[in-house]
């Protein structure tokens, strides 16, 4: 979870890939509308994101009822959102960074439909977790590769052995 720009889906692969689990990108679970929003630099409502955190947290669901792991990347910005997405065995990583770090990665990057002028609504919208969330937040400010590694060492995750 993390604002956009922040390297959530980045460090989200990179850690399904150390330990075997399946990775969905929850930006592709977007409605088009709501894409279509965000690539016109207009901000989501709470109503343009609540269908699209149920979509997520049935993917989340899924996999709980099926014993599988996963892991799946959601701005999460709201401790509201969060209640969604919540269930026993879920844990938030919350990648955090300063916010002209996570502009200048935002303007970087190409083809993506959040322009960097929706940074700073997203940054007003976070409320970080709290101490009774089960969550653990991640510093943006290092490689994707340190980051992943901090957060399979903090989850207490295996790695599967590389050939």
């Keep these: 979870m993390g604002v956009s720009g922040s390297g959530k889906s980045t460090v989200a692969a990179m850690v399904a890939e150390q330990v075997g689990w399946e990775f969905a990108e929850g930006d592709a679970m977007h409605p088009p509308a709501n894409v279509d929003k965000m690539h016109a630099g207009t901000p989501l409502t709470d109503e343009d994101r609540w269908p699209w955190l149920d979509v997520v947290a049935a993917w989340i669901r899924g996999h709980l009822d099926a014993g599988t792991n996963g892991v799946v990347t959601c701005s999460a910005l709201k401790r509201s959102y969060r209640d969604v997405l919540r269930a026993p065995g879920v844990v938030f990583v919350h990648v ?18 959040m322009p960097t002028s929706l940074l700073q609504s997203q940054l007003a919208t976070l409320e970080p977790p709290q101490p009774d969330e089960a969550h653990v937040t991640i510093a943006a400010d290092r490689t994707p590769e340190a980051e992943s590694a901090e957060v399979v060492e903090r989850l207490g995750l295996v790695t599967i052995p590389r050939a």
């Design 96 to 113: 955090a960074g300063d916010g002209a770090l996570i502009e200048q990665r935002m303007s970087q990057r190409s083809g993506h439909f």
